[in-house]
Protein backbone atom coordinates (compact mmCIF):
# COMPACT_ATOMS: atom_id res chain seq x y z
CA UNK A 1 0.00 0.00 0.00
CA UNK A 2 1.37 3.27 -1.12
CA UNK A 3 2.27 5.65 2.23
CA UNK A 4 0.01 8.99 2.31
CA UNK A 5 0.98 12.69 2.76
CA UNK A 6 -0.65 12.58 6.29
CA UNK A 7 1.07 9.26 7.00
CA UNK A 8 4.68 10.79 5.81
CA UNK A 9 3.97 13.80 7.63
CA UNK A 10 2.88 12.38 10.94
CA UNK A 11 6.43 9.90 10.22
CA UNK A 12 8.38 12.64 9.84
CA UNK A 13 6.86 14.65 12.59
CA UNK A 14 7.58 12.15 15.01
CA UNK A 15 11.02 11.45 13.70
CA UNK A 16 11.69 15.17 14.70
CA UNK A 17 9.92 14.86 18.30
CA UNK A 18 7.81 17.61 17.13
CA UNK A 19 4.06 17.35 18.51
CA UNK A 20 1.06 18.29 16.62
CA UNK A 21 0.53 21.65 18.69
CA UNK A 22 4.12 22.62 18.36
CA UNK A 23 4.37 22.00 14.59
CA UNK A 24 0.81 23.42 14.01
CA UNK A 25 2.13 27.20 15.99
CA UNK A 26 5.37 27.11 14.32
CA UNK A 27 3.39 26.90 10.96
CA UNK A 28 0.84 29.69 11.68
CA UNK A 29 -2.12 27.09 11.67
CA UNK A 30 -4.31 25.11 14.44
CA UNK A 31 -3.68 21.80 15.71
CA UNK A 32 -6.50 20.35 14.47
CA UNK A 33 -5.42 21.50 10.76
CA UNK A 34 -2.50 18.99 11.26
CA UNK A 35 -4.13 16.22 12.76
CA UNK A 36 -6.74 16.60 10.36
CA UNK A 37 -3.85 16.46 7.29
CA UNK A 38 -2.04 13.79 9.19
CA UNK A 39 -5.48 11.68 9.25
CA UNK A 40 -5.88 12.20 5.72
CA UNK A 41 -9.33 13.87 6.15
CA UNK A 42 -7.90 17.10 4.58
CA UNK A 43 -6.09 17.01 1.37
CA UNK A 44 -2.07 18.41 1.98
CA UNK A 45 -1.41 22.12 2.44
CA UNK A 46 0.16 23.95 -0.13
CA UNK A 47 3.43 24.14 -1.44
CA UNK A 48 4.65 27.18 0.49
CA UNK A 49 3.38 25.90 3.86
CA UNK A 50 4.95 22.36 2.77
CA UNK A 51 8.12 24.26 2.15
CA UNK A 52 7.77 26.03 6.10
CA UNK A 53 6.88 22.41 7.70
CA UNK A 54 10.06 20.73 6.48
CA UNK A 55 12.09 23.71 6.91
CA UNK A 56 10.48 23.24 10.80
CA UNK A 57 10.95 19.79 10.53
CA UNK A 58 14.44 19.70 9.21
CA UNK A 59 13.40 17.75 5.87
CA UNK A 60 14.04 18.34 2.63
CA UNK A 61 11.12 19.54 1.35
CA UNK A 62 11.32 17.84 -1.89
CA UNK A 63 10.86 14.73 -0.30
CA UNK A 64 7.34 15.82 1.32
CA UNK A 65 6.67 17.85 -2.11
CA UNK A 66 6.31 14.74 -3.80
CA UNK A 67 3.87 12.82 -1.34
CA UNK A 68 1.38 15.67 -1.85
CA UNK A 69 2.42 16.03 -5.54
CA UNK A 70 3.12 19.76 -5.60
CA UNK A 71 6.06 21.19 -7.28
CA UNK A 72 8.34 23.26 -5.19
CA UNK A 73 7.09 27.51 -5.72
CA UNK A 74 10.16 28.59 -6.89
CA UNK A 75 9.71 25.63 -9.27
CA UNK A 76 6.11 26.52 -10.64
CA UNK A 77 7.57 30.19 -10.41
CA UNK A 78 10.52 29.67 -13.20
CA UNK A 79 7.86 27.30 -15.11
CA UNK A 80 5.00 30.07 -15.29
CA UNK A 81 7.22 32.76 -16.59
CA UNK A 82 9.76 30.56 -18.88
CA UNK A 83 8.59 28.84 -21.72
CA UNK A 84 11.96 27.16 -22.50
CA UNK A 85 11.84 25.95 -19.03
CA UNK A 86 8.12 24.20 -19.81
CA UNK A 87 9.25 22.67 -23.15
CA UNK A 88 12.75 21.21 -21.29
CA UNK A 89 10.21 19.78 -18.35
CA UNK A 90 8.14 18.64 -21.34
CA UNK A 91 10.84 16.77 -23.37
CA UNK A 92 11.64 15.13 -20.20
CA UNK A 93 8.65 13.63 -19.43
CA UNK A 94 7.79 12.78 -22.33
CA UNK A 95 10.49 10.56 -22.37
CA UNK A 96 9.80 8.31 -19.35
CA UNK A 97 12.89 8.56 -17.57
CA UNK A 98 13.21 6.46 -14.57
CA UNK A 99 14.53 7.81 -11.25
CA UNK A 100 17.80 6.82 -11.62
CA UNK A 101 17.62 8.50 -15.17
CA UNK A 102 16.29 11.77 -13.35
CA UNK A 103 19.21 11.87 -10.99
CA UNK A 104 21.47 11.67 -13.67
CA UNK A 105 19.96 14.47 -15.59
CA UNK A 106 20.48 16.71 -12.65
CA UNK A 107 23.96 15.96 -12.53
CA UNK A 108 24.61 16.72 -15.92
CA UNK A 109 22.80 19.75 -15.64
CA UNK A 110 25.34 20.55 -12.23
CA UNK A 111 28.06 20.24 -14.74
CA UNK A 112 26.59 22.92 -17.29
CA UNK A 113 27.36 25.40 -14.36
Known amino acids: MKITFGQKLRD ?3 AASISQRDLADKVGVDYTYISKV ?5 PPPSAETIEKIAEILGI ?14 EVRDTLSSNSE ?3 FI ?7 L ?3 E ?7 LKRLR
Open 98 to 100: SKE
Open 12 to 14: ERR
Open 85 to 87: AIK
Open 60 to 73: MSSELLAYAKKIPT
Open 38 to 42: ENDRL
Open 102 to 108: WGQLTEN
Open 90 to 96: SEATNMN
